[in-house]
DNA sequence: CTGAAAGCGCTTACAG
DNA sequence: CTGAAAGCGCTTACAG
């Protein structure tokens, strides 16, 4: 197959410029709203720009204006056998994009988007071409948050996400000094090593049940997919969640709601997130200076998993939500 | 809030090569893997390119090989209320966005996002837009396609998507064809006119029995969100699916499976789908002649919203299942 | 109000 | 192997 070059633009402002009788000057004011041309002058150029079906060149104007209107965002994404259900968890990735992409359409900007494999070996190289390509980038990583919840357990572990995550380790800082806080046990550690994923957490909890390890009276788990493998091998293995081990999730992906037992978690603003990201970067582009540490609150979802009653609404899980359309 | 102008990239070839005490030729030949140059110009230029952490401008680089490496993707979103279970369902245009830029990568392009809303009134400067700042796009649509179950209904309704949606009208189309020939009534038409969201399924059920229509025996939804409204208001009318009334959707969103009674639906190969849309923009790209019509098999998905018989198997949902890194 | 011209940061024949 | 220079398609002071 062809290398794709020189896929030059047919049409240039030169083309309509001639059309329609102007100056390329004259052509790109009307274009971009500039001063006060002469009515005439104006319609000539809109009417060409419209019998050409012209579109301006955006690199053209990005390398003219010193602006692409363009963000760049790269998330990193596993790449690793999953669970079935567990497709659905990468769904908050795209929720939070979608807020960044709405809040830089109102700018004008558009979304750049990247992925990067956990595994990836020339992440630099990937992050340097969007850079180039981008007037800032907004790099993806898992959030952390306090939370309050308590059922008196004296013992309580922390299954962990990825070690190599700054959020992860941030969430078991801030689990370790909680439940020390409130006078429980805090177990943690390598053997409680996860990865964000649905068969981490379960092979973390085959592992420790193999090893003979008595286990902590509940599991706080790094993120709900962590949590749906602990539960999933738990059950396999005869624990009964709640009543013998309690069982915490964080992000309420879709899914959470409809385990046995429903998941108890943490809902983040996502959309809102996203959003938050592009309006601090869009700042900094602008050349504001900026408070560039947002922390937005989270939402505890209590369902039964934690060992709470079951609600007695819930009904069919259809409640309408308005969804805000800024 | 200052306008973001001129917020020029520090950074030139100019300064690499001043640096390295080369020319500019000389660094881009370097930077491109072009030519045979002396190591020690190689390392001169690497080694300046590192201290300065220099990263080429993509608009320029754009300008002059007449090449983004960029594929526009525009999506059409509803902005309406929504059901909360529906969030889910937006899932597979970021399934199929998923497969476009994993293809994507493949070839150096990353993925420009645009989402429009379906009442959207600048749509055609949004792709514009776009289309300047791209080398290509892909705009997204539903898709159609023919199915194959028949458990004998003598009246089949069709509960629609949005008018406007070329897949809508194929798949009503289809719908009308393989039911006639089947030998039973078809029944649709602007009483079943909903527009893809649950709440739309909801309501034209409602209607339909506020005004004491007699339900076919079979409701076909042209998606799941729709089957998902459907459902909801038979239920609360006292209807039993599938008892009284047997329904199916379309896309096999992650909650079909959930559903009282579990969803009969279609799986497209979304992530699939959009590799295959990027091949294709790809190779017209490169000036390749390609065939653009691509359809891919779908998948029936059998549960028991249609009358079938509980599947034995299913347990706990938790099927591993590998997914393709490619 | 309008046009000629310089310049944005690269790439790439063309000479040497 | 390497450098000087033209050109990619726009925008925008600067004159007129």
Chains 1, 2 share one sequence.
């Not at 669970?83 to 908050?92: I, N, P, T």
């Not at 630099?124 to 980038?137: S, T």
């Amino acid at each position: 197959m062809a290398e794709p070059k020189r896929a030059r633009a047919t049409l240039t402002i030169y083309d309509v410029a001639s059309r329609a009788g102007v100056s390329i000057a004259s052509v790109s004011r009307v274009l971009n709203g500039l001063g006060t041309p002469r009515v005439e002058t104006r319609e000539r150029v809109m009417q060409a720009v419209r019998e050409l079906s012209f579109v301006r060149d955006g690199a053209a104007r990005a390398l003219s204006n010193g602006l692409k209107e363009v963000v760049g965002v790269v998330v990193r994404r596993g790449n690793e056998t999953l669970f079935e259900d567990e497709y659905e968890s990468f769904l908050y990735i795209d929720v939070i994009n979608r807020g960044i992409e709405v809040e830089a359409q109102r700018r004008g900007f558009d979304v750049l988007l990247s992925s990067v494999a956990y595994n990836d070996e020339n992440v630099q190289q990937r992050v340097a071409a969007m850079a180039g390509k981008a007037d800032g980038l907004i790099l993806h990583d898992r959030m952390l948050s306090p939370v309050g919840i308590d059922h008196g357990y004296r013992s309580v572990g922390y299954l962990s996400g990825r070690g190599d995550s700054p959020d992860n380790r941030a969430r078991a800082r801030v689990f370790e000094g909680e439940v020390n806080a409130a006078g429980a046990d805090a177990v943690l550690g390598p053997l409680w090593q996860g990865d964000y994923s649905a068969s981490g957490g379960a092979g973390v909890i085959a592992s420790l049940l193999d090893a003979g390890t008595k286990l902590p009276r509940a599991i706080v788990c790094a993120n709900d997919q962590t949590a749906l493998g602990a539960i999933h091998t738990l059950a396999q293995r005869g624990f009964k969640v709640p009543q013998d081990v309690a069982v915490t999730g964080f992000d309420d992906v879709p899914v959470a709601k409809h385990l046995h037992p429903p998941l108890t978690t943490i809902r983040q603003p996502m959309q809102e997130l996203g959003a938050r990201a592009f309006e601090v970067l869009y700042s900094r582009i602008s050349g504001a200076d900026t408070k560039d540490d947002v922390v937005l609150p989270v939402q505890l979802v209590v369902r039964e998993s934690c060992g709470c009653a079951p609600s007695t609404t819930a009904s069919a899980g259809m409640a309408l939500l308005a969804r805000d359309g800024r």
